[in-house]
């Protein structure tokens, strides 16, 4: 694939068209590259993976500092990456195209723009607002002539909705109407939760977010899911090997965790052959 924007940007929007796939979430740039290696077609920032590497809470980075973020993995890798933008770093319409506009200009082949405020006492934009947010994405992005793909989330699930799904279906099928062109509801594990999303989003792509064991991708490609992200959880798994095996040292005097952890020359190996290749 060549390394400009605009073939990842074609070749993300192929990637949605039949079958399923799996977008995984790095966190830097060398797990985006292994990611990359082990051949997987696209990759996906994660807020949260982005934030606990700065020493921060998940949101806690900026515009700017995820800007930055977006320039560097879109750079590193030669697969199309799509931005886990949040909710666009801004409350109102104009602010989310103003953001939008600058985010494709990092080299990103996608985005995603969520209905949640992080507001604790109001935790969703209401629905006409949040039509509007995505509305004035889709109007950013056309105005770009990019193609860079718009992925709109309804956090009903995660923000505790006493009616999730149908609060969710309710609000993609709206979004769709504005100009998604996928549609994702994160949170959601029973399959006919699935199903019921897939149905409602028609002719419209679905991401589903796993982060937790128990479905395959042979399972979820047979719900009609398009495509399979993993959010913050590859991030958690790094976090949980790590933390554990400190805890270990620090707790117990014991270094056991040592005992399985992968051999330097596979990781460093990878890494020299892989700059090597690149020329670095």
């Not at 796939?21 to 990759?43: C, E, M």
């Not at 979004?175 to 939760?193: E, I, K, N, S, V």
């Not at 095996?245 to 040592?258: K, L, N």
Request: glycine share 12%; proline share 5%.
């Amino acid at each position: 694939m060549s390394n400009s924007p605009s073939a990842k940007r074609a070749a993300f929007r192929r990637l949605h068209e039949s079958g399923c796939f799996v977008i995984p979430n790095p966190w830097d740039v060398g797990s985006a590259r292994y990611l990359q290696h082990l051949g997987f077609k696209a990759i996906a920032t994660t807020s949260s993976g982005a934030a606990w590497t700065r020493g921060l809470a998940d949101n806690g980075v900026g515009l700017e500092g995820m800007l930055d973020h977006l320039r560097e993995l879109a750079s590193a890798a030669d697969i199309p990456l799509n931005a886990d933008f949040e909710h666009g770093f801004a409350d109102d319409a104009a602010g989310v195209a103003a953001n939008v506009t600058k985010a494709v200009e990092t080299g990103i082949a996608g985005l995603s723009i969520e209905d949640s405020t992080g507001v604790s006492d109001k935790p969703l934009y209401d629905l006409p607002l949040a039509v509007e947010r995505i509305k004035a994405a889709r109007q950013a992005i056309d105005r770009s002539g990019s193609g860079v793909l718009l992925t709109a989330r309804a956090e009903c699930f995660l923000v505790g909705h006493p009616d999730p799904l149908n609060e969710s279906l309710k609000r993609l099928q709206a979004y769709a109407a504005a100009g998604a062109d996928c549609l994702y509801a994160p949170g959601p594990r029973q399959p006919d939760q699935i199903a019921a999303i897939v149905k409602a989003a028609g002719s419209k792509p679905v991401n589903l977010l796993v982060g937790a064991a128990g479905l395959t991708v042979k399972d979820i490609a047979g719900l009609g899911v398009r495509r399979i992200s993993t959010g913050g959880a590859l991030a958690r798994a790094a976090w949980t090997g790590f933390m554990t095996t400190a805890r270990q040292i620090a707790g117990e005097g014991s270094f056991a965790g040592f005992g399985s952890i992968v051999p330097f020359g596979e990781i460093d190996g990878f890494f020299g052959a892989d700059a090597k290749k690149r020329g670095a």
